[in-house]
């Protein structure tokens, strides 16, 4: 039977992008800084004017922008799939949309960079992905959350979702290829007829494409975490973590407080062992580039991948153990185990207790080596456990071994 989510669940981690007008800003306007982390949210917290923002788009021309090297990016740090921010809270398209002239087109730069991306993730291999902003809307008298322009006790969503979510939508759904995914986001108290109405609008359109649980009303094909929250054991539905680098999605030069590349694989990997999906964002500056530390880090994770990428494309969760594994957690690959040691032990006998499926071979998987093994009963527990010799640790990060198992994997209950 067809599965359409099957390649968001094999893929496990894409690329956010958050680019736009706020990126010109980099969180301070008039000289003074914007009171949030993000920098995307600028409008709305400093409460700019719509005609002074609009100004920006005055002079957007972001001519350091390269569609190839940021999908070559995407590609070489290991995601699989990338999702551009079409339109974010403050209503501008970064794409050719003919719904309004508040879109890329009329900048200076005046590209469509959709296009390019389009183009770029075809020759990449690298499935594209939408997001879209469907309840807020800061440019628009009707869409939601400019009240310092606008009288909100004047506003008609419904004109507004039919005057311009639903044709941008079309638009992005009919003229830029397969789209594997429409991420929709805040739809706060959008009626949940509406967004019953985007999703159909969505799949009559393109029927294989995926919706995020954003769009609210449990009406997606998967749930969203909360921003850069990691669940604390796996959830039976697919789901996906939007993850932040620093601490804002758009542009901001003066947060330099980055993520490590350990804490990116180790999130990468937590997530994979509690079946989810990580979504790393990078947020270009106003030249188009991708800040540099962003791309060191994403190298960096890039590499670990591509040593123990088996790990994580088309792996999942493991069932639970009765006790915390507190050097790591396991991966799953149908009868494959994939033991990732993210705090490897200064001892090298390790237990694992309550594993019952018989095991054929332990080897650690970028070298291949064998890795001795031994399986013990413990009649104070009623208990079997598996103990390993570990092996001399091949990533500094995150070594990872690989156990092939008899048959499907069992763990014990926990006595509960
Ligand atoms: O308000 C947005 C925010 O700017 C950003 O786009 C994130 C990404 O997940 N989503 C919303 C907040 O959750």
Redesign the pocket.
Known sequence: MHDKMKWFRDARFGM?I?WGLYSMLGGHYNGKETPDA?G??IMRHMRIPLAEYKKLAGSFDPVRWDAEAVVRLCRDSGMKYLTFTTK??DGFAMYDSKVSDYTIMHTPFGRDILKELQYWCGEYGITLCLYYSQMQDWEDPDGDGNDWDFDPSKKNFEAYFRRKVCPQVTELLQNYGPIGMMWF??PYDMPEALCRELRELVLSLQPDCIINGRIGYGLGDYLCTG?NCMPTRPWKTAWEL?MTLNHT?GYRPDDTDWKSPSAVIEALSQAVSMGGNLLLNIGPDPLGQVPEESVRILREVGSWLEDFGESIYGAGASPEFPYCLPWGGFTMKDNTLYMHLLRYPARRELAVYGFLTEVRSIRELRTGKDVPFSVFYDPARNEKRLNLILPDPTSVVDTVLKIELAGPMRTADAPV
Do not use: G, Q
């Open positions: 956010f958050h993000v995307e949210w974010h809270h986001d805040t921003d939007p999605w």
